[in-house]
């Protein structure tokens, strides 16, 4: 029993105390071990840090030696090349990669001149259909009446005119024009052939329409109405006034007005009537003052002044002098030049003729208005008034009406109808209705200047 008792105490002591004994050699062990990790770590970092110099030390060195071996390289590229020169050689050693070869066989198109063909054809209702009038003795017995400003005979359909235009730059200085005209009775007609240097100053030479006023250097198809005003046929001719020789152009920037413009013009080949035509003193000098003003942002106002002299006897003993003032006001609304535009022109042309038995006199002009009312319609109204320039006292009276459909760019359709009063006509005023039709193949569209 006793030694029972002592069992169970020993047992009892044991598993009261274990805990406490067992807890104790575990922090003893922890703090035997703390020192040692301390020392591991310490040497880790220290030999981390030697690696990485080494590292470094080793990089640099094959840096060193990279540029070194380079250097090296592009000596030897120059000695290689002094001594190819040296011994005369100009060629050079080049990786036939780095070469692109190009072909330009496909470029020469870049070369053909820009080509354009417009048709203009003309329905013709009229009454009379064959007046009487007087002659023009400049004309060799030609009736005026029946020759003047498109007044064909009888009722009838035809080819006014078929025209080719040619343009093409030349060089960087100059570019070349060329209008062949095909009338209705197929001879082949030279508009205008003239070269162009595109400069500061505008020199050309060569065939070309005069700058007089602002109508006579466009072509008939591109005129706000089928025909031309009657003032210019009369004191001109129908094709009005042009010549070969050189006109120079220049821009004198703002002067008085925000921009000025002065064109200088000396031609041979007058037109017939006011100037003499054909071989001779057919020589006429031209001469035009433009004047532009920016009236607001929308419209702006165009103020002109235009001279011609030169004989009209091929003997040279006569002078004939024309001069002229033109005013040209647009409206076209900022970003809507397209859907609305309104534009009115007014010219007045005065004549002074030296003949034998005197001096003649005579003045004329015209006022025309135009109106867009989409992108497609157009209208427009001309009055005309004009003096004959070899007798005051017989004149000229007409008024036209047109309204204009834009089916695209390249072509339109011109209604026109008008009356044409003429006081040495022995008929009623000449009745007309006109249908046109232009249209234009290539980039010409109905040049208008």
């Known amino acids: 029993m006793p030694r029972l008792r002592y069992v169970s105490l020993t047992i009892l002591a044991v598993v009261l105390l274990g805990p406490v004994s067992l807890q104790a050699q575990r922090q003893g062990s922890l703090q035997s071990r703390r020192p040692a990790g301390r020392d591991t770590v310490t040497a880790v970092s220290d030999s981390l840090q030697t690696v990485i110099a080494e590292l470094t030390a080793r990089l640099a060195r094959l840096e060193e030696a990279i540029e070194a071996r380079e250097r090296a390289a592009r000596l030897q590229s120059l000695r290689d090349r002094a001594q190819q020169r040296a011994a005369g050689s100009r060629e050079e050693t080049v990786d036939a990669r780095s070469v692109t070869f190009y072909g330009r066989q496909r470029q020469m198109k870049q070369l053909n001149p820009e080509i354009s063909m417009t048709g203009d054809f003309i329905g013709l209702a009229r009454s009379p259909q064959s007046p009487t009038g007087t002659t023009n003795p400049a004309w060799d017995g030609m009736d005026f009446a029946d020759n003047l400003a498109f007044l064909p005979t009888g009722n009838r359909f035809f080819l006014r005119a078929a025209e080719l235009n040619v343009v093409a730059p030349l060089d960087p200085f100059t570019r070349g024009k060329f209008f062949l005209e095909i009338p209705g009775d197929g001879s082949l007609v030279v508009e205008e052939a003239y070269m162009q240097w595109v400069a500061h100053t505008h020199l050309k030479i060569g065939l070309f329409r005069n700058q007089f006023g602002q109508l006579n250097r466009w072509h008939e198809h591109a005129l706000p109405q089928v025909d031309r005003p009657h003032v210019l046929t009369t ?53 035009r003052l433009k004047n532009y003003y920016d009236l607001s942002g929308d419209t702006y106002l165009e103020i002109g002044l235009s001279g011609a002299q030169g004989a009209n006897d091929t003997a040279g003993d006569y002078l004939s002098t024309v001069g002229g003032i033109d005013v040209n006001y647009r409206w076209t609304p900022a970003g809507r030049s397209h859907y609305r535009t309104f534009e009115v022109r007014v010219e007045a042309l005065y004549s002074s003729q030296e003949t034998a038995l005197g001096t003649i006199d005579a003045w004329g002009g015209y006022i025309s208005a135009q109106n ?34 834009w089916q695209s760019e390249f072509v339109f359709f011109r209604l026109q109808v008008d009356t044409v009063k003429m006081s040495f006509a022995d008929d009623d005023p000449i009745n007309r209705v006109i249908l046109q039709t232009v249209w234009s193949m290539g980039p010409h569209k109905h040049e208008a200047y």
Request: cysteine-free.
């Open 372 to 405: 867009r009312f989409g992108a497609r319609i157009l209208a427009s109204v001309r009055l005309d008034y004009t003096q004959l320039p070899w007798d005051k006292d017989e004149t000229i009276q007409g008024l036209a009406a047109t309204l204009d459909f």
């Open 235 to 287: 004191f001109f001719n129908q094709d009005g006034l042009e010549g070969l020789g050189v006109s120079a152009n220049w821009v004198l920037g703002n002067l008085w007005s925000d921009v000025n413009e002065l064109t200088i013009e000396y031609v041979s080949g007058g037109d017939g009537i006011s100037f003499a035509g054909g071989k001779g003193h057919d020589r006429v000098a031209v001469a």
